[in-house]
């Protein structure tokens, strides 16, 4: 089968990014107001500015290395697995995988856990986002439950789009002078 | 060669008397031709009150001792900040933290006062060189990075490093914000879903392969992915001053002997067996309320480190010695802070203004000086930036809050007020409402504490009759208590209100 084929349509992808956008952005900013009133505090509203770009850049990038893996994932397996379903169970196998992230990642903070500790984790958080996401284009309530979620999730795209190609530009013009 | 005719010898011999006087001062160099070189040697979170230099029990520091020997050594020198951001912003800029408004972690010198640091005052005349390996004080000489000449990495001379806002070194201080202190900051759950993960992991692997050889666990470290040996680091600058062109004036702040302390196998057991016990003092309630015995722990690690620290210090200074810069330089060693082991609290992130905290070392040996000098009245870190002026021969800026320091110009004077503050808490752009300060005069200190309480409160010590500052006066000796508490609220009142642009 060519690989056109088991690349998911555009219609089908923007869903599944619009859930990596809401929890990898979703996790940065959620830190950051944590930080925000410190900030303000001795920081230049300009200064505060440019922090948000660097956040948005490192955000659009790795929002979309997690697009891309889930995309792969597509292209590797047989079409009727992902490809077929992608949005439900694209967005599942995201999902899953980035809040296990989030849960690890919230609980360890030394280097040594990284490194010794989320291989161990690796293999349960997979299997899990394997059988959440066959669950999830299985059972149809879900199914539709989540292709209903995504797809309003979209709406962050409009917003999360710009700001991020903004904010790259802005990273890029203060990294030049 | 013209011979001295008696006329001439009976001229010269009017004028020597004069002459012998005025050679216990130091007479500014004339700009240009023949500046002294000068280095700045900050090592953090140094306490006066721990080094045998000052009278500690325990022998910390006979390096400091033996480079005493041939320099003016400053017995009660005090920061006008207590951590990092507040103490060297006063040291590099001569001002006070409630002018600069360097008062938060991570804090910088307000934008009106950032060009009226020590480099851009020294001109490009010298070569002027900066090195923190403290976050903090990188960000203050990202700061001032315009006029510096040569801007060290804090991650130089490191075994170790993953500092990623020095990828965008045309941006920091504004990366180094963003992906080293939050995103990929590494005493918190990474703030990158994502990158934070793999940074994380990677450096997990980096740091596998890092030889402890010498210690019994880790090798030193800050605060930000900097993995560091104390003799590269020496070694490292010393091979950097080889390379500047002279006359340079060189501020290398270390990390060291910084939390955590991590002395090497040979210092760890130095004073573990020891009997000697510091004098109990109760508890501060705005204190951490730490144990006796973890403070003891705590003190113990620190005078080990203090003194490996002390030792690679007498390895470098062989070095400045063998290769004759200390004949043609300046060097100054002093501290941005000091750290406590007392009332409740280890370490310096406290708003209590106790001597451990703010009584921080200075000496100052001047090119070939051979013998010691000790100078007793009080003096302040602010002072710093006028004394260096003055030894390059630059004009004092009107606007610099300390003073020449005896023996370089200026004179002995216990009457004047000096300060020292600390507002983490606090806002730099507005006013303060809750601070601690320390004012001190004629052998007292006054301590403010304001808005930690619902009611604000006092402490007054006589630091010449109770150096630990156990018998609180304020409500004793009432005449000097309100004397001393007008004159640093009218001080205080001056300086704390919306920052002026």
């Given at each position: 089968?060519?690989i056109?084929?088991?690349?998911?349509?555009?219609?089908?992808?923007y869903?599944?990014?619009?859930?990596?956008?809401?929890l990898?952005?979703?996790?940065?900013?959620?830190?950051?107001?944590?930080?925000?009133?410190?900030?303000?505090?001795?920081?230049?509203?300009?200064?505060?500015g440019?922090?948000?770009?660097?956040?948005?850049?490192?955000?659009?990038?790795?929002?979309?290395l997690?697009?891309?893996?889930?995309?792969?994932?597509?292209?590797i397996?047989p079409?009727?697995?992902?490809r077929?379903?992608?949005?439900?169970?694209?967005?599942?196998l995201?999902?899953?995988?980035?809040?296990?992230?989030?849960?690890?990642?919230?609980?360890?903070?030394?280097?040594s856990?990284?490194?010794?500790?989320?291989p161990?984790?690796?293999?349960?958080?997979?299997?899990l986002?394997?059988?959440l996401?066959?669950?999830?284009?299985?059972?149809?309530?879900?199914?539709?439950?989540?292709?209903?979620?995504?797809e309003?999730?979209?709406?962050?795209?409009?917003?999360?789009?710009?700001?991020?190609?903004?904010?790259?530009?802005?990273v890029?013009?203060?990294?030049l002078? | 060669?013209?011979?001295?005719?008696?006329?001439?010898?009976?001229?010269?011999?009017?004028?020597?008397p004069?002459?012998?006087?005025?050679?216990?001062?130091?007479?500014?160099?004339?700009?240009?031709?023949?500046?002294?070189?000068?280095?700045?040697?900050v090592?953090?979170?140094?306490s006066?009150?721990?080094l045998?230099?000052?009278g500690?029990?325990r022998?910390?520091?006979?390096?400091?001792?033996?480079?005493a020997?041939?320099?003016?050594?400053?017995?009660?020198?005090?920061?006008?900040?207590?951590?990092t951001?507040?103490?060297?912003?006063?040291?590099?800029?001569?001002?006070?933290?409630?002018?600069?408004?360097?008062?938060?972690?991570?804090?910088?010198?307000?934008?009106?006062?950032?060009d009226k640091?020590?480099?851009?005052?020294?001109?490009?005349?010298?070569?002027?060189a900066?090195?923190?390996?403290n976050?903090?004080?990188?960000?203050?000489?990202?700061e001032?990075?315009?006029?510096?000449?040569?801007?060290?990495?804090?991650?130089?001379?490191?075994v170790?490093?993953?500092?990623?806002?020095?990828?965008?070194?045309?941006?920091?201080?504004?990366?180094?914000?963003?992906?080293?202190?939050?995103?990929?900051r590494?005493?918190?759950?990474?703030?990158?879903?994502i990158?934070?993960l793999?940074?994380?992991?990677?450096?997990?692997?980096r740091?596998?392969?890092?030889?402890?050889?010498?210690?019994?666990?880790?090798?030193?470290?800050?605060?930000?992915?900097?993995?560091?040996?104390?003799?590269?680091?020496?070694?490292?600058?010393?091979?950097?001053?080889?390379?500047?062109?002279?006359?340079?004036?060189?501020?290398?702040?270390?990390?060291?002997?910084?939390?955590?302390?991590?002395?090497?196998?040979?210092?760890?057991?130095?004073?573990?067996?020891?009997?000697?016990?510091?004098p109990?003092?109760?508890?501060?309630?705005?204190?951490?309320?730490?144990?006796f015995?973890?403070?003891?722990?705590?003190?113990?690690?620190?005078?080990?480190?203090?003194?490996?620290?002390?030792w690679?210090?007498?390895?470098?200074?062989?070095?400045?010695?063998?290769?004759?810069?200390?004949?043609?330089?300046?060097?100054?060693?002093?501290?941005?802070?000091?750290?406590?082991f007392?009332?409740?609290?280890f370490?310096?992130?406290?708003?209590?203004?106790?001597?451990?905290?703010?009584?921080?070392?200075?000496l100052?040996?001047?090119?070939?000086?051979?013998?010691?000098?000790?100078?007793?009245s009080?003096?302040?870190?602010?002072?710093?930036?006028?004394?260096?002026?003055?030894?390059?021969?630059r004009?004092?800026?009107?606007?610099?809050?300390?003073?020449?320091?005896?023996?370089?110009?200026?004179?002995?004077?216990?009457?004047r007020?000096?300060?020292?503050?600390?507002?983490?808490?606090?806002?730099?752009?507005?006013k303060?409402?809750?601070?601690?300060?320390?004012?001190?005069?004629?052998?007292?200190?006054?301590?403010?504490?304001?808005?930690?309480?619902?009611?604000d409160?006092?402490?007054?010590?006589?630091?010449?009759?109770?150096?630990?500052?156990?018998?609180?006066?304020?409500?004793?000796?009432?005449?000097?208590?309100?004397?001393?508490k007008?004159?640093?609220?009218?001080?205080?009142?001056?300086?704390?209100?919306?920052?002026?642009?």
């Amino acid at each position: 089968m060519p690989i056109k084929n088991k690349l998911p349509l555009l219609a089908q992808v923007y869903p599944v990014y619009a859930i990596i956008v809401i929890l990898t952005y979703g996790w940065t900013i959620y830190w950051a107001l944590w930080k925000l009133p410190s900030w303000l505090d001795f920081l230049p509203l300009g200064q505060i500015g440019a922090i948000f770009c660097y956040l948005m850049a490192t955000n659009f990038i790795e929002s979309l290395l997690a697009l891309f893996g889930v995309i792969i994932l597509s292209l590797i397996l047989p079409q009727k697995w992902i490809r077929d379903l992608f949005v439900s169970r694209g967005s599942v196998l995201a999902a899953t995988v980035l809040v296990s992230i989030m849960v690890f990642e919230y609980h360890f903070d030394k280097p040594s856990d990284y490194f010794y500790k989320f291989p161990l984790y690796l293999p349960f958080i997979l299997l899990l986002a394997g059988v959440l996401a066959f669950l999830a284009g299985w059972i149809r309530i879900i199914r539709k439950a989540v292709e209903v979620f995504a797809e309003n999730a979209v709406v962050f795209l409009f917003i999360s789009l710009p700001l991020s190609l903004l904010s790259i530009i802005v990273v890029i013009v203060r990294n030049l002078i | 060669m013209n011979r001295l005719s008696r006329r001439d010898f009976l001229k010269l011999a009017a004028i020597a008397p004069a002459a012998l006087a005025f050679s216990q001062t130091i007479a500014p160099s004339p700009l240009g031709a023949d500046s002294p070189n000068i280095i700045v040697l900050v090592f953090d979170a140094m306490s006066a009150d721990n080094l045998s230099l000052y009278g500690y029990p325990r022998n910390t520091s006979p390096n400091f001792e033996r480079l005493a020997q041939r320099s003016n050594v400053f017995h009660s020198h005090y920061s006008a900040g207590s951590f990092t951001t507040s103490g060297t912003a006063s040291l590099l800029t001569g001002l006070y933290p409630w002018t600069h408004r360097a008062i938060s972690i991570n804090g910088q010198v307000a934008p009106a006062f950032a060009d009226k640091n020590i480099f851009a005052l020294f001109g490009n005349s010298y070569d002027r060189a900066g090195f923190g390996q403290n976050f903090l004080a990188e960000l203050l000489l990202s700061e001032f990075r315009s006029n510096l000449d040569v801007h060290l990495s804090p991650a130089s001379f490191s075994v170790r490093e993953q500092m990623v806002g020095s990828l965008f070194e045309k941006d920091t201080p504004a990366s180094y914000y963003a992906l080293d202190d939050f995103l990929f900051r590494s005493s918190d759950s990474p703030r990158s879903l994502i990158f934070g993960l793999i940074e994380r992991a990677l450096f997990g692997f980096r740091l596998k392969s890092i030889s402890t050889v010498g210690y019994s666990d880790t090798i030193p470290h800050t605060d930000y992915k900097i993995y560091y040996r104390l003799e590269d680091v020496f070694r490292g600058l010393m091979s950097e001053l080889n390379q500047f062109k002279q006359p340079f004036l060189a501020y290398f702040h270390l990390w060291s002997p910084h939390a955590p302390y991590i002395p090497s196998q040979k210092f760890e057991q130095l004073f573990k067996k020891d009997k000697w016990n510091p004098p109990k003092k109760p508890n501060h309630p705005l204190g951490t309320q730490a144990t006796f015995q973890t403070m003891q722990f705590q003190r113990q690690q620190y005078d080990a480190y203090v003194a490996n620290v002390d030792w690679e210090f007498g390895q470098f200074l062989d070095a400045l010695e063998t290769s004759g810069e200390l004949d043609r330089t300046f060097l100054v060693v002093t501290a941005d802070h000091g750290e406590m082991f007392e009332r409740g609290v280890f370490g310096h992130d406290s708003p209590l203004m106790y001597d451990p905290i703010l009584h921080i070392p200075l000496l100052i040996t001047a090119p070939g000086q051979k013998a010691r000098s000790d100078i007793d009245s009080q003096t302040n870190s602010v002072d710093v930036l006028p004394t260096l002026l003055h030894i390059a021969g630059r004009e004092l800026p009107a606007w610099a809050e300390g003073r020449l320091l005896p023996t370089f110009g200026g004179v002995d004077d216990n009457s004047r007020a000096t300060y020292s503050m600390d507002a983490k808490v606090g806002s730099s752009f507005g006013k303060l409402s809750v601070a601690s300060l320390a004012m001190r005069k004629n052998g007292y200190k006054l301590i403010y504490y304001k808005g930690y309480t619902k009611t604000d409160w006092f402490e007054l010590y006589n630091l010449q009759e109770d150096a630990e500052e156990l018998n609180d006066l304020y409500n004793k000796d009432v005449s000097t208590s309100n004397m001393m508490k007008d004159e640093l609220l009218t001080a205080f009142n001056q300086h704390n209100g919306p920052l002026q642009g």
